[in-house]
């Protein structure tokens, strides 16, 4: 043969596949239910009592759980709960936004140990990414100095930035940070930091924080609007974060969404619903340190133009939610993001009533249609640290494959 035929495939897996799934499935259980029983684990995961056993031990011994005092249950031999360690995993969570890089440092069940910020100089990514590197050192000497054995515990660094990525742009469009994307970034960082580094947009890592403290915890059918600088969706699907072939999925942003009195010449969605759109409303610099208590202050005061604008977000908000509900069938829809707690209140308020949908039965699940969820500034750069956590302990299918 000439050449070598491409085969499209799907990989296989083997015993050591297998084994390292069932870890990971007992890992999850103990982070969503908290401390378990070995008969517990065994009726929740349908493994023997006896794998059961041999994965606790090889876990504890691993350092990643602990028992706790036994309990008694009726008659019976007193049951002995076992736990995750905190200090059993470390990982680096960084957020790279417009105007400020964000970093967060969690231990294994989601505690943060260390937050800092620092703002991004004006010079693009070739300047910007020395405070990043610089942002880091500093964050992993704090952990050094609470935890002086948690370098040797990192399992890696998560970096969210907004998308989409790898699209052709004839402009730098304020929106996409096409400058830092057409950047060797990843590879700078992790040349710096010397971990292992993974990207994903910022509201697929809020749907990563939304799944470790917030409202999706627990649920497998989740979809996050992230309403950030600009605006996005994060999709949880089947228990596991959904980014598509590029990394693009729930780029809702982009959508042309078309509303009542809408001209020929309509925007994307997130140049009408983001925080970029209601600061360029208000006429506050979106770098202001105080943004947050601008904002809240000027929805507070109120006003026609204000109001106006978020009925204008609710309804286009609305017909976002009953797409989504379509597509996908989600437990929840979850509006979230970096912008203040009374604006997400707000426009989840003014989004009801919501369009009839597919999610409308008689036999619905507890949650809501659509709730709201964390709020804070914190949270992609928190779900950026929680990936390195599920990339190495969730069960995935991905991680049972052989590497081809």
Not at 66 to 78: E, I, L, N, T, Y
Not at 202 to 213: G, K, N, S
Not at 260 to 266: A, F, L, S
Not at 304 to 315: F, G, H, I, T, Y
Request: glycine share 10%; hydrophobic share 45%; with cysteine.
């Amino acid at each position: 043969m000439d050449g070598i035929r491409s085969i499209r495939a799907k990989s296989g897996t083997n015993l050591g596949g297998a084994s390292a799934h069932n870890r990971r499935i007992m890992i999850d259980a103990l982070r969503v239910n908290g401390a378990l029983s070995r008969a517990d684990l065994a009726r929740a995961t349908g493994l023997t009592p006896q794998a059961v056993s041999n994965i606790i031990e090889e876990l504890a011994r691993d350092g990643l759980v602990r028992s706790q005092a036994s309990v008694r249950k009726g008659r019976g031999q007193p049951a002995t709960p076992y736990q995750l360690v905190p200090e059993g995993a470390f990982a680096i969570g960084l957020q790279i936004d417009r105007h400020v890089t964000r970093t967060v440092i969690v231990n294994l069940v989601g505690d943060v140990l260390v937050q800092m910020e620092a703002k991004l100089p004006p010079g693009g990514p070739a300047q910007g990414v020395v405070v990043i590197l610089d942002l880091i050192r500093k964050a992993r000497n704090a952990l050094a100095a609470q935890a002086p054995e948690a370098e040797k515990r990192l399992v890696g660094l998560g970096v969210a930035m907004p998308g989409p990525f790898g699209i052709n742009t004839l402009y730098d469009d304020p929106w996409m940070m096409t400058a830092w994307q057409n950047f060797p970034l990843m590879d700078r960082i992790a040349e710096g930091t010397g971990l292992e580094v993974a990207l994903q947009n910022d509201a697929a890592a809020a749907a990563t924080a939304e799944r470790l403290l917030g409202a999706a915890h627990g649920l497998d059918h989740a979809i996050c609007i992230y309403f950030g600088y600009g605006l996005g969706a994060g999709l949880i699907l089947n228990g596991e974060l959904y980014g598509g072939a590029h990394a693009n999925a729930g780029e809702i942003g982009m959508i042309l969404a078309l509303v009542p009195g809408d001209g020929p010449d309509v925007e994307p969605l997130e140049h009408y619903a983001s925080m970029a759109a209601l600061c360029k409303l208000l006429d506050f610099d979106p770098s202001e340190p105080e943004l947050f208590a601008m904002i809240t202050d000027a929805i507070l005061r109120g006003g026609p133009k204000l109001e106006q604008w978020m009925d204008s977000v609710a309804e286009r908000l609305r017909r976002t939610v009953q797409i989504l509900e379509s597509i996908f069938d989600p437990q929840t829809i979850i509006l979230c993001g970096g912008a203040p707690r009374v604006l997400i209140d707000r426009l989840v308020e003014k989004v009801e009533p919501l369009l009839p949908s597919i999610a409308e039965r008689s036999r619905r699940y507890p949650e809501a249609r659509l709730q709201a969820g964390l709020a804070d500034p914190w949270s992609a750069a928190l779900g950026a640290a929680a990936e390195p956590i599920a990339r190495t302990f969730d069960p995935r299918f991905s991680a049972i494959l052989k590497t081809v």
